[in-house]
């Protein structure tokens, strides 16, 4: 926008050389203005020996009052002070930029109309710039600073709210960027000015964040300030700083950056492709039964929440003993606040973008650390991430297990331990660090405690090969993690007491003898792996299709070691690699077989398999561990090579890392269509069945093996309970953790049935035996839907109930009332 300026004296000006500008932006002030401009060119007139020759912009931004008549009466005293006009008012910024590009001192200050940091301040923010830097800004908020008059409860604690969150997204560090005084270097001001965009009150933001992307030193002075009356900020002018905050944040993005989180989002959308074909009616047969679970939890959250319910417990599944949700993976640090998207579009596709954003995001998180921690060269970063993210174990969770690959929290974490090992702000990064733990603990604790043994592993390895950094480290992180525990702690006491001695805890959850990785695993290629994956294989080496936690290939496996020992003068490199070895050895279990044999040997996970809470993880799952530190490994080797002058060696480096990569790119993941409702429940026919307080019993009873029954009451709002299910729940008199409710007779001998096809001879003692289960599940109805063996179902419920069930609605019933 061009601006009428007062050339003839701007010229006469320039023709001496200027020590000061002095810029005043000014709408509307005709009431203020006068006594500021009097203040100003009397104390300059008095210090010229000190400032030297100097000259007073005002930029009038359409002013619609006398102000232009005021700083033409101020000119004709002193040809000093000038007018820089604006035809219409577009804001504080727009005249900033007017009045600092039309100056031509050495130093230039931009001051308020109000002048609430006198101009008596501009010395000490002349002296900060005298020490050598390149601005100098006056500031209420560091020691030192006097506030004679202050602002409104109500707008200070707006400001002190808006300088949290500029310190926070855009300049952290600088305690206040808006106060209206600020003497600056006078051609990198008019530099920085002339690449701004912003025309509101967000300037001086963007005028920060230029100076620091240059990295011009800058200094915060205390200074005097008061509170004027007639300010010109109105409420509605907060919400325009965030909007431009919003719009500098954009800005800052690399397009690098972006054009990687795009990419992740464009890979976690290929991984799914099959689902988003039709998200209601595609299923993911390698989940096995977990998406039912998953979209289950997401529906019974809502459900909780909508009716304001205990969301850490419910008796739709288990009737009438009930879940405890706290004690099942069901993310509530998601569930929950997303209630709105499962109400809206149902609990299928609310699963379908946790999973897929989820996994993007984890891997853009990655991406963030890597390139903030690790490397600054964003391919090798964006390399490293994408291996971190979409490595095959994160690939075969992917198919049932959102807590598992919903990890955006964990480099988050890693980030905000390492800034506590700094020593700078522990309280603050320690508080930062304990309310980051209590969402992750809401997100899944098993992530949690794989990814803190991941840690202590690495900073155990970093601490042997940099013993003066862990010295030096050593009692900041201590309190750091201290003041973080203070912090989580309260906000998680009771949801895991709930978890751990609410209705329906359980001690520890039993997955089998041995559940750790075989040593094969590690270099042989997942089921998904798109160009070496070998279903029978992967599938013959690991527990099922959601659990291949290992799967790395060994071209990988080999590469790894290749860059681990042509770099092994790295300090990183040295820990990195010693986080990966020590994950691959402990996933091998408590005891591992030796290939080609059938001796086994103690593996070191023996020495946690019986610690509390580690006795419930599935130690094969620890190398997933070795995901993001291979991720980061290659991250540094590929930086060395893209920086080597040799282009011979360059070449075979690179090639080396790509025949490592291609062969576990992933393929999307397998999906099939869902088995349709049963008419019977589609259509809501079972409604004349179950009355109030009664329950729909499945044949057989829905379990880990077969959970469509949590389909069918998803489908209906949850508007039926069932007894048995597919959850964590306790088991016998120690109160092990098992993948349903405790089982009575009747649901153990109906389970059988549906795996042999073998039934027992029903008698009067089996017929009591059910009567007795019906009546403690509370059951309405029996429905039997087709089903492998259902003819021996069929005769078995039939000699059970005394009378012969009815086909209705395409399954077979039997109504308990008659």
Wanted: proline share 6%; charged share 20%.
């Amino acid at each position: 926008m061009s601006a009428e300026v007062a050339t003839d004296v701007i010229e006469d000006m320039r023709a001496i050389a200027i020590d000061l500008s002095i810029v005043v932006p000014a709408y509307n002030e005709e009431t203020r203005l006068g006594p500021t401009l009097d203040a100003i060119t009397a104390y300059l007139c008095e210090n010229e020996g000190r400032f030297g020759t100097w000259e007073l912009l005002v930029v009038d931004d359409g002013s619609t009052d006398d102000t232009r008549d005021i700083v033409g009466a101020a000119a004709a005293r002193d040809r000093r002070v000038q007018l820089v006009t604006s035809p219409r008012n577009h804001g504080k910024g727009h005249a900033l930029r007017l009045g600092v590009l039309a100056s031509s001192g050495r130093r230039v200050l931009v001051t308020d109309a109000d002048l609430a940091a006198p101009i008596e301040e501009l010395e000490s923010l002349d002296k900060a710039l005298a020490d050598g830097h390149s601005a100098a800004i006056g500031s209420r908020a560091v020691p030192g600073a006097n506030i004679v008059r202050h602002q409104s409860r109500v707008r200070e604690a707006l400001g002190w709210a808006g300088s949290l969150l500029i310190r926070r997204i855009a300049l952290p560090g600088i305690r206040d960027t808006q106060c209206g005084f600020k003497l600056f270097d006078g051609d990198r001001a008019r530099e920085a000015f002339a690449d701004s965009r912003l025309s509101g009150w967000g300037i001086d933001v963007e005028i920060l964040q230029y100076f620091r992307r240059a990295k011009w030193p800058v200094a915060e002075v205390p200074v005097q300030w008061e509170h004027q009356p007639g300010s010109k900020i109105r409420p509605l002018d907060y919400a325009r700083v965030l909007a431009e905050l919003t719009t500098l944040k954009v800005r800052s993005v690399r397009p690098a950056d972006l054009l990687a989180i795009t990419v992740f989002l464009l890979m976690a959308v290929g991984l799914y492709a099959g689902r988003w074909a039709d998200p209601n009616h595609r299923y993911l047969p390698d989940s096995i039964q977990d998406q039912n679970q998953w979209e289950w939890f997401f529906a019974v959250t809502a459900d909780n929440v909508t009716h304001l319910r205990n969301p850490l417990f419910t008796t739709l599944q288990g009737f009438p003993d009930g879940v405890n949700l706290m004690a099942n993976t069901v993310m509530l640090g998601l569930t929950v606040p997303l209630t709105p998207v499962t109400l809206l579009l149902g609990p299928a596709i609310t699963l379908a973008l946790v999973m897929t954003l989820g996994l993007a995001a984890t891997a853009a998180a990655w991406y963030w650390l890597i390139v903030k921690r690790v490397v600054r060269s964003r391919g090798a970063a964006f390399t490293g991430a994408a291996l971190a993210a979409f490595a095959p174990p994160m690939v075969s969770h992917a198919n049932a297990h959102p807590n598992f690959i919903v990890l955006f929290m964990i480099p988050l974490i890693i980030d905000r331990a390492l800034r506590l090992c700094a020593g700078t702000r522990v309280v603050r990064d320690g508080l930062v660090l304990g309310l980051m733990a209590a969402y992750q603990i809401f997100l899944g604790e098993e992530p949690l405690l794989l990814a803190s043994l991941g840690m202590a592993l690495f900073a155990g390895a970093y601490a042997v090969v940099r013993r003066d950094v862990a010295r030096a480290a050593a009692f900041p992180l201590l309190q750091g993690l201290a003041t973080g525990a203070v912090v989580c702690l309260p906000l998680v006491a009771f949801p895991l007491y709930w978890q751990f001695h609410g209705p329906q805890s359980y001690a520890s959850v039993f997955h089998g003898v041995n559940t750790g990785n075989s040593p094969l695993a590690l270099f042989s290629f997942a089921e998904r792996s798109m160009v070496a994956g070998n279903e029978a294989r992967a599938n013959a080496l690991s527990l099922n299709s959601t659990e291949q936690n290992a799967f790395y290939g060994w071209p990988l496996i080999l590469l790894a070691f290749a860059f681990t020992v042509r770099l092994w003068e790295h300090a990183l490199v040295k820990a990195l690699a010693f986080t990966a070895v020590a994950a691959a050895l402990l996933s091998l279990g408590p005891r591992f077989r030796m290939p080609l044999s059938d001796s086994t040997v103690p593996g070191p996970w023996a020495l946690f398999a019986k610690a509390p809470l580690f006795e419930s993880v599935i130690e094969g799952r620890v190398a997933m561990v070795c995901a993001p530190a291979l991720g980061m490994l290659l991250a540094v080797a590929i930086e060395r090579l893209a920086r080597t002058p040799d282009i011979g060696k360059q070449f075979i480096g690179l090639t080396a890392v790509a025949a490592a990569l291609i062969p576990i790119i992933p393929a999307p993941l397998k999906t099939v269509e869902r088995a349709p409702l049963p008419a019977f429940i589609a259509d809501g026919t079972w409604r004349s069945y179950v009355g109030k307080d009664e329950t729909l019993v499945p044949i057989p009873l829905p379990d880990s093996g077969n959970a469509e029954a949590l389909h069918w009451q998803t489908a209906t709002g949850l508007a039926f309970k069932l007894p048995g299910g597919y959850f964590n729940g306790p088991w016998g008199p120690q109160r092990i953790g098992i993948y349903t409710d405790s089982p009575r007779p009747t649901t153990s001998m109906l389970r059988d049935i549906s795996f042999t096809g073998t039934a027992p001879t029903i008698g009067k003692d089996w017929q009591a035996q059910a009567r007795a289960d019906f009546a403690y599940w509370k059951a309405g109805v029996l429905v039997l839907p087709p089903q492998l063996y259902q003819d021996q179902l069929r005769r078995t419920v039939d000699e059970l109930v005394g009378r012969p069930g009815k086909w209705v609605g395409g399954v077979w019933v039997w109504d308990l009332h008659d």
